[in-house]
């Protein structure tokens, strides 16, 4: 399925963030994860739970339920689903068939987000995670922003390449955070089992108003601009700005904003996007004298988001298409290999092919 090959979709046996911690409650959250329904909720504990969204009785979805203990209850015909899954009462019968269970999911709650395993939950692999301390999620002296969350109305992989090739900040992003300077800039590609990354080092780089603005940014600056692909769909990095004439390996920014993007398949043509950030006691306090309009950083965000959209439109209206790569496009294009990689090495029941889809 474009933009991936015929028949590829995404695979399961991988952790995708599912939900913001502030999103899971005693309420029953409804999400559909790669084209199946998910309910999402919390133990009398506060553990996250994550159950198979539909009953398997009459197929109503179970997020229009009801919290009970660490159980959900059908909302249609009252049957009690644990949080293991197993049904353990029918109000219309004594018996309770076999069959009668809703998949659990195996779950993990780090940092502010909810991680989900969509393949079966006994081969859920926690090395497979992201090191949360690693990235600096958990670091004390870095001030973090909650993450925010879309649903975005196109298909995951096309966010994915969104933020793989980061050469449309000089459009798309022209008056917030891009410059003319950072396509034409060639970026370095480095990548190893499971990741790819792209970095670019640009001397004497064009800032724009908005970031000296909200930034605080005087004088000329160099800058650096990094981002790592986690397959199938975390990404990581940096935006830092420098004097100029910095060497990276020997000074320190002046600025140093570390980013973070989670992208997970919802439906064939939709998908969830998470997005946050953080920066360090010094960009903090330089950023808090010139605080950045609302508006104007979610634009950022937003702007991909519609971006994206736009694509699907066309591609569900006019139909699929064969693209014209550019030199540019070369680690996207080394990005979705691996992918399809990724999903072509599940086992052919577990893989993510599309079902009924070509």
């Not at 949080?83 to 993990?108: E, F, L, M, N």
């Not at 917030?176 to 004497?204: C, F, K, Q, Y």
């Not at 290999?337 to 086992?347: C, Q, S, V």
Request: hydrophobic share 40%; proline share 8%.
């Amino acid at each position: 399925m474009y933009p991936l090959s015929a028949g590829l979709y995404a695979p399961r046996n991988r952790w995708y963030v599912a939900a913001r911690s502030s999103e899971v409650s005693r309420t029953p959250l409804e999400r559909f994860i790669l084209n199946e329904p998910v309910v999402f909720y919390r133990t009398e504990a506060g553990e996250p739970v994550a159950l198979a969204g539909r009953c398997p009785h009459r197929g109503y979805p179970l997020g229009r339920g009801r919290i009970e203990g660490d159980a959900v209850i059908c909302g249609y015909h009252g049957l009690r689903f644990e949080a293991d899954g197993r049904c353990s009462h029918i109000p219309s019968q004594a018996i309770i068939p076999p069959k009668c269970r809703a998949k659990s999911y195996a779950v993990v709650e780090l940092w502010d987000w909810i991680w989900i395993w969509p393949g079966e939950a006994e081969t859920a692999d926690l090395a497979r995670l992201p090191d949360h301390q690693a990235l600096g999620l958990t670091d004390p002296a870095w001030i973090k922003r909650p993450p925010l969350y879309w649903q975005v109305e196109g298909r995951y992989q096309l966010l994915n390449d969104n933020l793989l090739d980061l050469s449309h900040l000089t459009v798309l992003h022209a008056d917030t955070i891009g410059g003319g300077d950072v396509a034409g800039t060639e970026e370095r590609h480095e990548e190893g089992e499971g990741w790819v990354r792209s970095l670019r080092w640009i001397p004497n780089a064009t800032v724009t108003d908005w970031v000296r603005k909200s930034r605080g940014v005087e004088g000329e600056v160099d800058r650096e601009i990094m981002l790592t692909f986690v397959a199938p769909g975390f990404h990581h990095g940096h935006d830092r700005y420098f004097p100029a004439g910095s060497d990276p390996a020997r000074d320190a920014p002046m600025l140093d904003i570390r980013i973070f993007h989670a992208v997970a398949p919802a439906t064939l043509t939709q998908c969830h996007y998470f997005a946050s950030s953080a920066v360090d006691p010094a960009t903090y306090a330089l950023s808090a004298k010139f605080p950045p309009d609302p508006a104007s950083a979610i634009r950022i965000f937003t702007e991909d988001v519609e971006a994206i959209g736009e694509i699907e439109r066309l591609l569900g209206a006019a139909g699929e298409f064969q693209e014209l790569p550019l030199r540019s496009d070369l680690h996207a294009l080394r990005g979705r290999r691996m992918l399809e990689e990724m999903i072509l090495a599940e086992k052919p029941a577990d893989a993510g092919a599309l079902r009924s889809v070509s």
